[in-house]
């Protein structure tokens, strides 16, 4: 059974960083692309990057919302997604899902994690 | 960029077809991969349809997508609606530098 499980998120105040990881099981990591989405509260679906797998050199792409801000890198070895949060921002308060992608490049999710609630506020 | 339009809202009742639009606003619908997810109240999205047509393994065989060029646009269609059917629906797909785009979800009630 895949498993995707998020953590680190919480209160942080504007101007600050934080770091979610995501921790996966049951899937062969390193075969696929990983994403990150989050969901202000009420909201919609927001796409915030993916990084692809190691057959593409590992590159990423982001939301231009969060592009220069956010970085997201994987540790195939420990099966590990990360997303590095810097000067936040009031507007990136919402839940973050980790996601597996369908394909090594990126096009869209399969597996979702439960998600993990940031809120930045002072 | 695009966007993806999607009815605010659909109804049917249990048992009945129902269809979700998910409307492309420039730029072949054919021309990128549609995936759609589901999001129950309280719950994380999950997927059910991605590559247009594809089910993950899991998803019952009552949902199915499909995309119509002339129309520009992506549908899912759910047949024997159940009432654990009634969620949220997003239809997403990506730009030419695979930037990806949400619509903005179909809220399904089965009554």
């Known amino acids: 059974e895949v498993q995707l499980v998020e953590s680190g998120g919480g209160v942080v105040q504007p101007g600050r960083s934080l770091r979610l990881s995501c921790t996966a099981s049951?899937?062969?990591?390193?075969?696929?692309?990983m994403s990150w989405v989050r969901q202000a509260p009420g909201k919609g679906l927001e796409w915030v990057g993916f990084?692809?797998?190691?057959?593409?050199?590992?590159?990423?792409e982001y939301a231009a919302s969060v592009k220069d801000r956010f970085t997201i890198s994987r540790d195939d070895s420990n099966s590990i997604a990360y997303l590095q949060m810097n000067n936040l921002k009031s507007e990136d308060t919402a839940v973050y899902y980790c996601t597996r992608d369908w394909n090594y490049y990126g096009s869209g999710s399969i597996n979702w994690g439960q998600g993990t609630l940031v809120t930045v506020s002072s | 960029n695009f966007m993806l339009t999607q009815p605010h809202s659909v109804s049917e009742s249990p048992g009945k077809t129902v269809t979700i639009s998910c409307t492309r606003s420039?730029?072949?619908?054919?021309?990128?991969?549609v995936q759609w997810y589901q999001q129950r109240p309280g719950s994380s999205p999950t997927t059910v349809i991605y590559?247009?047509?594809?089910?993950p393994s899991g998803v019952p065989d009552r949902f199915s997508g499909s995309i119509d060029r002339s129309s520009n646009s992506a549908s899912l269609t759910i047949s024997g609606l159940k009432t654990e059917d009634e969620a949220d629906y997003f239809c997403?797909?990506?730009?030419?530098?695979?930037?990806?785009?949400f619509g903005g979800g179909t809220k399904l009630t089965v009554l």
């Open positions: 049951g899937i062969t990591f390193g075969d696929n692309a």
């Open positions: 990084i692809r797998n190691p057959r593409f050199g590992v590159t990423t």
């Open positions: 420039s730029g072949s619908i054919a021309s990128n991969y």
């Open positions: 997403q797909s990506y730009d030419k530098s695979n930037r990806w785009v």
């Open positions: 590559e247009d047509n594809q089910r």
